[in-house]
């Protein structure tokens, strides 16, 4: 009877009890159906092989298949693949642990739903000392993420079926030939499982990308083409560029033609002072737009309060001429009812929601968020907002436990834990500052909320995104700076918060970009303890 | 094209002359710092950039204060938990210590008989 899961480590070179380490990490999982393929790839250290034929002799389920000739990691995967017969490809480095209930862990996700097809767990990395640091608690499948960022990485798991049906590890890929074959399996996935568990220990050694991706520069060049290869399978017409820190990459989405933008601005027409200079807001939202924005095909919508002072509509008019549509408001405030009265009112293919205390800073902002939007199962998305001073105000919400911004008034120039705050990604929600969406998926969803006048309008907008099954994505590409609460009351009425949880109670508690390892009701990402 | 008539043109042609009286008695009040507000424009965005770059160091001040309360969240947590893992060690050890001292107790007594 061949056994559940097949773990496949390509050998080549390893310190020799660093290699017994590995094999002892299978031999002691609390799950015992597995076989251990290893297969050695010419390795040029003798006492290599004598760890492989002790280890054969040891265990029955441990399989060596040596090589004729030293082939690289992706022909020796492949031999892997070849020779495995159980029903799951387990991927295991020949220099790292498995924890010792992985194999467990990972068998009763797969009992639970019959559907799975590719799984993967959160994990740490194993210090030269032998601590283990930098447990890289995960969010649940996050397809943007991925086309940013080989999060999923170890622990991988994947149906020996599908392994098969995309042709396994491909030539030409080799460092990032595992960030391939997961892009390939998991285009054809039917379902894919996040196991919030550290079942995966990376070693830190001198020559590996555990302790630094730059330490392998082929294997960056050789991610970007597997992102390449994977938007040009799937039709996403766009061009994969590397980004700082290593490791990370960008999708580009080409717009071969632009559609309108109908940019949605509630207003009083209020002005404040920013950098110690009076300004109108909407006046200069609008302004910054056209003036330092490239995207050209805008149509402005702008909701204003019937007791908006006519200088400032007559300045508006000078700035936006005629992509300006004047859509008075004369009942007591309420930011939904003005969103859903502008979207009545707005005639593009794609609605920009925007608060009126906002400015431009990356000129392609629009271009960015419109290729993201344009993605059928996109919802909704949302910018990278600054405050004044230059702190985050916005890299989307996080809901564990109360709705939050993530790394709210951090460092707008910190990378984030994992790089989070340079890529763009799943989150749960958006802020309706700087909100991106199609019409029709806004009108899906029956718009705003207007019992929610003031406050959470966005926090249950973006739920009910999710629950319609859409996704909400992120992007640090798109910059503005959001004066936030210098126009408007930021109280949070003890009303709005009881809705907020009577509606939503089971989706706050949840969020499935965050992790039960972390700290509730935090944005930080700090990770749980004592448990 | 357009023509104008006479009367418009007269009617202009007083409007005209009533701003340029307009423009000299202004200029008379301004006197010799006519051009100021020219200048008075760039200080002031001048001074806006300024603004900009000190905010922007307040910002860089503000987001290290907010790196730091993330820390010391962590360091809490990790107190927490090697203090649970002391006194449970401690716990475990006064059990030990207990059973040797009773044990060192019954193996006197039995000597003494």
């Known amino acids: 009877m061949s056994p559940r899961f097949s773990i496949v480590t390509p050998v080549f070179d390893p310190p020799p009890d660093v290699l017994r380490q590995t094999i ?9 159906d597995w076989e251990l393929l290893l297969i050695d790839d010419r390795s040029t250290d003798p006492r290599v092989r004598g760890v492989l034929e002790e280890s054969r ?28 017969t159980g029903e799951w490809i387990v991927l295991l480095d020949h220099d790292d642990l498995l924890a010792r209930r992985a194999l467990a862990s990972v068998a009763r996700a797969i009992d639970g739903d019959p559907t799975i097809d590719y799984l993967y767990s959160d994990e740490d990395q194993l210090s030269p000392q032998g601590d283990h640091i930098n447990a890289f608690y995960k969010p649940d499948w996050s397809p943007e993420r991925l086309r940013s960022q080989n999060y999923c990485c170890h622990l991988s798991v994947m149906r020996t079926e599908l392994v098969d049906a995309v042709g396994g590890f491909h030539d030409g890929f080799d460092g990032s030939q595992d960030y391939d074959l997961i892009l390939r399996v998991t285009e054809r996935a039917r379902r894919i499982h996040h196991i919030p568990e550290v ?48 490791g990370t990459y960008r999708v580009r989405r080409h717009l071969t033609d632009p559609p309108l933008v109908s940019v949605i601005i509630p207003t009083r027409g209020s002005s404040g002072r920013v950098w110690g200079v009076e300004r109108c807001f909407i006046v200069e939202a609008v302004r910054s737009l056209l003036e330092r924005g490239t995207y050209e095909n805008l149509e402005f919508v702008v909701v204003a309060d019937t007791s908006t002072s006519q200088p400032v509509v007559e300045a508006l008019r000078r700035v936006a001429g005629d992509r300006l549509r004047l859509v008075w408001f004369d009942r007591p405030f309420n930011f939904s009812e003005k969103i859903n009265l502008g979207r009545i009112h707005a005639s593009g293919e794609l609605l920009l929601l925007l608060n009126d205390d906002v400015e431009l800073v990356t000129p392609d902002a629009i271009e960015t968020m419109v290729g993201l939007a344009l993605d059928a199962d996109v919802g909704s998305v ?66 705003f909320s207007t019992v929610f006048d003031n406050n959470f309008n966005d926090v249950d907008f973006a739920l009910k995104l999710q629950e319609a099954g859409y996704r909400t994505v992120w992007t640090p590409f798109a910059v ?19 809705l ?12 499935p970009y965050s992790n039960v390892n972390l700290e509730p009701k935090r944005h930080d990402w700090v990770e749980r303890g004592g448990r | 094209m357009s023509e104008s008539s006479p009367l418009d043109t007269d009617a202009q042609q007083r409007e005209l002359l009533a701003l340029r009286a307009e423009v000299e008695r202004l200029r008379a009040l301004v006197g010799p710092s006519e051009e100021s507000y020219g200048k008075l424009r760039l200080d002031v965005l001048g001074a806006r950039d300024v603004a900009i770059a000190a905010e922007a160091e307040l910002g860089r001040a503000r987001a290290r204060i907010s790196a730091l309360e993330t820390d010391v969240a962590r360091y809490r947590r990790d107190f927490v938990l090697i203090r649970r893992l002391v006194i449970r060690q401690m716990a475990r050890g006064t059990r030990v210590l207990g059973l040797a001292r009773r044990a060192v107790g019954v193996a006197a007594r039995t000597a003494r008989r």
């Open chain 1, 199 to 246: 079942l995966y220990h990376w070693r830190q050694l001198p020559t590996s990308t555990a302790s630094d991706i730059g330490v392998k520069p082929y294997a960056i060049e050789a991610g970007r083409r597997a992102i390449q290869a994977h938007c040009d399978r799937i039709g996403l017409d766009a061009t994969v560029e590397s980004k700082e820190p290593p």
């Open chain 1, 500 to 511: 907020m949880h009577q509606r939503w109670a089971h989706r706050l508690a949840s969020d």
């Open chain 1, 57 to 84: 002799a040891s265990d029955p389920r441990i399989r060596v298949v040596l090589r004729a000739d030293n082939g690289g990691i992706v022909s020796a995967s492949n031999d892997g693949l070849s020779a495995a």
């Open chain 1, 480 to 498: 503005l700076y959001h004066f936030e609460s210098v126009s408007r009351d930021p109280s949070v009425s003890g009303d709005e918060y009881a």
């Open chain 1, 24 to 32: 002892d990490s299978v031999r002691e999982q609390t799950f015992g």
């Open chain 1, 382 to 447: 949302g910018a990278k907002l600054l405050f004044s001073d230059g702190t985050l105000q916005h890299a989307g919400h996080v809901y564990n436990g109360d709705p939050s911004h993530i790394f709210f008034k951090g460092s707008s120039e910190d990378h984030g834990p994992f790089s989070m705050l340079t890529l763009e990604r799943e989150c749960i929600g958006v802020t309706a500052a700087a909100l991106m969406i199609r019409p029709e998926v806004f009108d899906a969803v029956g718009g």
